[in-house]
């Protein structure tokens, strides 16, 4: 039988999320966007923004990305079930799970709360950690095979450039490529600890993290640590007979669920002005992507209105366009998870933890 105490933290968690927590990563982001048009507002230089129907169009496309980003996770969380998750429950995890991304910092997660979404129903818990753990496998594995890729087609002396600073070469000295590089090293890393744990030595490695964190100023983190081994353990028992279609299902859904979302700037763009490399734009947006994992705000409020313009911006061409692009961006990929979550968060919370229903 599995611990449950990780599913009893994430239900004070989930129980604990308070309305005004729905605000925060609001007046966070907002601030800083009011900020960049204090600083950068020029009235004069929207006159040559042209709005035209196929702005309309264009901006219809990037929401429609994200719709495809959302159908792309439902149909894997589908996959990853083997049927035991009906249509409607998966809609249901994926939104709560988004929701929970959104008021949360980037860099914590939510995998516990994501444990506790399923397995509230009625997915064992077991089962319910092979889905999450799994889910997290494939997207790093979308990103370490994704970004290599995209490194044949451009030229990575541009992909790090910022405001026309590209000589012919990497810029050594150029913050964003460390960025890159430490980011890409941590991913893999990752990726080959949890390939390890999951597919070669899940007891062993268990026991190793027990040994690890036995060690005097690491004892604080113990319990957690060995948790992480119970988890991947008994999702490692619920993976190893997959047949290569359903990995290979699961990674198709996963590929398109990413690609959609790094393809809503692009069709933002083109709204107001011709892209000249798609690609550039699309590979700069799986290095922002390591960045906001660092940020210690709600959903990365704030951090990711500030990376957007300093990473994206001298693809504007006019820069009184930046904070609308920066406000329209978040609009499409961000708040409307927030706004469904703020509805359907506390529905879900009386229903499942209902004094009156078991469970």
């Known amino acids: 039988m599995a611990d449950f105490n ?41 006159d040559e923004i042209k709005l035209t129907y196929y702005s309309l169009l264009f901006i219809i496309c990037a929401f ?17 079930s083997s049927g035991r998750l009906t249509w409607k429950q998966c809609i249901r995890i994926i939104f709560l799970w988004e929701f929970t991304s959104t008021i949360t910092p980037s860099a914590v997660g939510g995998t516990s709360l994501a444990i506790l979404f399923i397995y509230k129903e009625k997915v064992t818990l077991g089962e319910s950690t092979a889905m999450v753990m799994t889910t997290a496998f494939l997207d790093e594995l979308y990103f370490l095979l994704m970004f290599p890729l995209l490194l044949l087609t451009i030229d990575i002396g541009h992909l790090f450039s910022v405001n026309g600073s590209y000589d012919g070469g990497i810029n050594w000295g150029n913050q964003f490529f460390y960025f890159a590089v430490i980011g890409y090293s941590l991913k893999a890393f990752f990726t080959g600890v949890v390939f390890y744990a999951l597919f070669i030595n899940p007891i062993g490695f268990k026991r190793f993290l027990a040994f690890v964190f036995s060690i005097r100023f690491l004892k604080r983190w113990k319990r957690s640590a060995i948790q992480t081994g119970i988890d991947l353990q008994f999702a490692s028992v619920e993976l190893k007979n997959k047949s290569w279609k359903f990995w290979l299902q699961s990674f198709v859904a996963t590929f398109v669920a990413w690609t959609s979302r790094y393809w809503v700037v692009n069709f933002l763009f083109l709204a107001f002005f011709v892209v000249p490399n798609h690609m550039l734009i699309f590979a700069r947006q799986l290095v922002m992507w390591i960045m906001m994992l660092v940020s210690p705000t709600p959903g ?60």
């Open 64 to 80: 429609c990305m994200m719709l495809t980003r959302d159908i792309g996770y439902i149909v894997r969380l589908k996959i990853l």
């Open 300 to 359: 990365g409020s704030g951090f990711a209105e500030f990376i957007f313009s300093e990473y994206l911006g001298e693809f504007i061409v006019v820069g009184s366009l930046i904070p609308i692009l920066v406000v329209l961006w978040r609009l499409v990929t961000y708040y409307p998870y927030l706004i469904i979550g703020a509805f359907l968060v506390p529905v879900w919370i009386k229903k499942k933890f209902s004094k009156s229903k078991s469970n």
């Open 6 to 46: 990780s599913t009893s933290k994430a239900e004070q968690t989930i129980r604990s999320i308070k309305s005004r927590q729905f605000l925060i990563p609001v007046f966070i982001g907002f601030a800083v966007v009011i900020y960049m048009f204090w600083g950068e507002f020029d009235k004069s230089g929207l």
